[in-house]
């Protein structure tokens, strides 16, 4: 889930058309370089017009850059074109979670949910959405259906241990996540996982050596008093299911995305800019005449400022819906030190 750490929610999006261009994208886009994958899609849909494929690609590549007003443009007109498509919604419906919107994201996933039940994506994104609401009983008990239809679900699993972390079932936790970062779907964000619900916990060595095969030992140190913000909150009964991951570990993820296999680089074709004219030299304006003297005014009495309200967790979707792989996402950040959730499909 981008819960705290990371969420999963499952697999990309299907491209139906299969054009070339939308391949290559969907590659892209799969191994984290969305500023190709947006350049591919563009081209796939200046060639089509008509294409969801294109526009729904559009709208992850923009996601995954950040733009969610861009990408919900994308998205929403897909669904227009194509009305409550399961795979369109689901996308949308990550987008609108990584833009801190779980309520939309969660109304848009009931109506995937109903038109295909058995789609462990989708499942799983809902139980994301759910555990960004802080509804954790109720995302278990989502995740634990989709257990039932595949018990060995990675994303389903990951998101169910860090749902039992974010609710305070710390030690239940904790034990499923331990057995899957020895998985070989494992990546930082299911060890990020791990390290959370160590912290939430309390057992802040084990977290400490969870994170320092991927993080800098600042960034670990910013993480370690992230965790303990956490706990106080948990501690305190305060919900703490749509806390945003610390800045400075998204930048570093960022940095280091999951390697796709037998990725084949491409080029996109360079999109000619329009010439600028250069405009002239804009004359200095005159110097203002000499103002009369202002008299002081007394200083302004000083006033504290109220405490800033905690970060709240995302999840981070899996392959191109919530996340690639655990469930990323992206909140308004607090001022706790610089410093991680899952999405379904990894």
């Not at 999006?13 to 984290?32: E, H, I, N, Q, V």
């Not at 994201?105 to 109903?114: E, S, T």
């Not at 079932?169 to 959370?196: F, P, S, Y």
């Amino acid at each position: 889930m981008s819960l705290l750490a990371g969420c999963s929610d499952g697999s990309g999006f299907k491209s139906a058309s299969g054009t070339s261009s939308t391949r290559l994208a969907d590659r892209s886009a799969a191994a984290g370089d969305f500023q190709t994958a947006e350049a591919l899609y563009r081209q796939a849909f200046e060639a089509n017009p008509n294409s969801i494929d294109a526009l729904v690609g559009l709208g992850r590549s923009y996601a995954g850059m950040g733009q969610y007003a861009r990408a919900e443009q994308a998205l929403n007109e897909a669904n227009r074109r194509r009305p409550k498509d399961p795979d369109v919604l689901l996308e949308l419906a990550r987008t609108q979670m990584s833009a801190g919107q779980p309520q939309a994201a969660l109304a848009n996933l009931d109506i995937a949910a109903a038109k295909r039940p058995r789609d462990v994506r989708i499942t799983t994104a809902r139980g994301i959405a759910l555990d960004r609401l802080s509804r954790h009983a109720e995302a278990q008990a989502t995740y634990r259906e989709g257990l039932k239809r595949d018990p060995t679900d990675f994303a389903l699993n990951s998101n169910l241990g860090l749902s039992l972390g974010l609710s305070g079932q710390t030690d239940a936790g904790i034990r499923i996540l331990q057995e899957l970062v020895r998985d070989g779907k494992a990546n930082a964000t299911t060890r990020g996982n791990l390290a959370l619900v160590y912290g939430l916990a309390g057992r802040e060595r084990e977290a400490k050596a969870t994170l320092a095969g991927d993080l800098s030992s600042g960034a670990i140190q910013n993480n370690l008093a992230y965790y303990r913000e956490l706990r106080a909150m948990l501690r305190s009964g305060k919900p703490i299911g749509n806390l945003s991951q610390p800045p400075q570990v998204a930048r570093e993820r960022a940095a280091k995305p999951d390697p796709l296999s037998a990725i084949v680089p491409v080029e996109p074709a360079a999109i000619a800019l329009p010439q600028v004219a250069t405009l002239p030299e804009p004359a200095a304006p005159a110097k203002p005449a000499a103002a009369a003297p202002i008299a002081p005014q007394p200083s302004p009495v000083p006033v504290a400022a109220s405490e800033a309200s905690p970060p709240l967790p995302s999840f981070v979707p899996a392959s191109g819906v919530i996340s690639t792989g655990i469930l990323p996402e992206r909140a308004e950040k607090t001022k706790v030190p610089a410093a991680l959730p899952t999405t379904p499909g990894e």
